[in-house]
């Protein structure tokens, strides 16, 4: 990746009665930032900034948010349009090249993705080895990390070639593994991957088709799916494309970099905020007991929150809750569950925290995870899956932020400093003596 910085007028910093000029630079959009590179070895002073809420890890050219405006765009292009009139497959394609395919770059791409959705069959007995009851999404972090055991020819990371074919490979058997997650939690057989279908009708037939009967996928919920994976295709530096990047700035190969991301995605701070936010509608059970609910969020002893609702960027709508509240009421239409009781206490519970001093104070907006949980029930999907359908989603963001860091000659290993507090040089004390 060639640096698109631009220098402007450096920053001087006094410390330790020294001046330090710290140089400037400019993105294409977005805040300037400051280079402290050198800030340890010329002024011999670390920068302190847990959760890194002022840090920029890296340059990137894939996403841009603007979070006090609601702004997402994919490559420069708005979410939203993407999630209006483009599909999942090129949108894979935008973010790991760089820009829209022409029609015979897209077919070739799809192709690719549809060619290698199969898994190597030693792979299935895998699953074999989790108790039935495993939550899916460990099984994932098992066995996506395992794919570096089956794939040996895509895990040389000096490679570019062979870095593109384990993009695709991640890409295309994400949707088999995580159905085969499904399935196995479910004691029903594995359905192998179709090539006339496209890929999110793959998923869901995948998923939700038996032996005993014909599946026809409904189109409209292919399209909610397609449209599903669209907004969490990527999100910039947050903390599982961090984890990806710190795990491949070792040299890690990138099955088990994004078999790290995936680990990291399960909290519920973060991707598992969909089923925390669902277990939360369910929890609250009636438009009713809202506002018993919303006084234990505010009340400072407590540590309930509003799951589905905040984000450490955006200070305003999340611009991919907007696009997953209109996706959650035509699925609901279509499944004909429009009066189904959480969507009733979702749209009230947004209704009131919207217009509560509490939140409007700290800029607690709703999410992409308040509405996507619904959404995805109504689809068929259970709880334990929805965080399995965000990492399938998310495959191609950190696998394209992987890619970038690997072509920036800048990047070196990832190694933060501390400020140390524990205890200064001691001697050992023998046992007796304590
Ligand atoms: N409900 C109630 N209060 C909240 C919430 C919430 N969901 N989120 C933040 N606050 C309060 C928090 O108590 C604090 O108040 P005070 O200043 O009085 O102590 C203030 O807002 C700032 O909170 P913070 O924890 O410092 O904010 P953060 O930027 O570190 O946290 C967050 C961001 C997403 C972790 C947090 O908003 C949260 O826990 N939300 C619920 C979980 C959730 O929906 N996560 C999904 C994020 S979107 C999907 C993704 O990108 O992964």
Redesign the pocket.
């Known amino acids: 990746m060639d640096s698109k910085l631009t220098k402007k007028p450096s920053a001087t910093l006094t410390i330790n009665n020294k001046q330090l000029e710290l140089p400037v630079y400019a993105g294409s959009v977005g805040p300037d930032v400051v280079d402290i590179r050198k800030l340890y070895s010329d002024g011999k002073v670390f920068t302190y900034d847990p959760?890194f809420t002022s840090t920029g890890s890296c340059e990137s050219q894939i996403t841009y948010i603007d979070g006090d405006e609601g702004v997402l765009l994919y490559r420069g292009y708005p979410i939203d349009q993407l999630a209006e009139h483009s599909t999942f497959l090129e949108v894979c394609y935008l973010l790991a090249n760089g820009e829209l395919p022409n029609p015979e770059e897209l077919k070739r791409f799809v192709k690719d993705i549809t060619y290698h959705t199969m898994l190597h069959a030693q792979f299935d007995r895998f699953f074999e080895g989790f108790r039935r009851d495993a939550h899916p999404m460990a099984i994932m972090v098992g066995t996506v990390g395992a794919l570096s055991a089956f794939y040996h020819d895509s895990t040389d990371i000096d490679d570019p070639v062979q870095r593109t074919v384990a993009s695709h490979r991640l890409i295309a058997k994400m949707p088999t593994i995580a159905a085969r997650a499904f399935k196995y939690h479910a004691g029903q057989p594995f359905v192998s991957p179709r090539n006339e279908l496209d890929y999110p009708s793959n998923f869901l037939r995948m998923c939700f088709a038996v032996p005993a009967e014909d599946y026809k996928v409904n189109p409209l919920l292919a399209r909610a799916l397609d449209v599903f994976m669209i907004l969490h295709a990527d999100?910039e530096q947050?903390a599982s494309t961090s984890t990806v990047r710190l795990a491949g700035s070792s040299g890690a190969n990138p099955f088990a970099c994004i078999a790290s991301g995936i680990a990291c995605l399960w909290g519920?701070?973060?991707?598992g905020?969909n089923e925390a936010?669902l277990k939360m509608l369910e929890q609250i059970g009636a438009v009713d007991n809202i506002p018993d609910f919303i006084r234990r969020?505010k009340d400072p002893k407590s540590d309930v929150?509003?799951?589905?609702?905040?984000?450490?960027v955006y200070k305003n709508y999340d611009p991919r809750a907007k696009a997953m509240q209109k996706l959650c009421h035509q699925v609901l239409k279509e499944v004909g569950a429009t009066d189904n009781p959480m969507l009733k206490v979702a749209v009230e519970l947004e209704k009131i925290a919207l217009n509560d001093e509490y939140f409007v104070s700290?800029k607690?907006y709703p999410?992409?995870?308040f509405y996507s949980g619904i959404t995805l029930r109504a689809m068929g999907f259970p709880t334990s899956m929805f965080t399995v359908l965000f990492a399938v989603a998310r495959t191609v963001g950190w696998i394209a932020q992987w890619t970038e860091m690997m072509e920036d000659s800048s990047q070196k290993i990832g190694r933060p400093r501390q400020v140390y507090t524990g205890a200064p040089k001691r001697d050992y004390l023998a046992l007796d003596k304590r």
């Not at 519920?268 to 991707?271: E, I, N, Q, V």
């Not at 509003?306 to 984000?311: E, P, T, V």
């Open positions: 959760g999100h947050n519920p701070a973060h991707g905020a936010a969020v929150r509003l799951m589905g609702f905040g984000h450490r700290r607690l999410n992409i995870d």
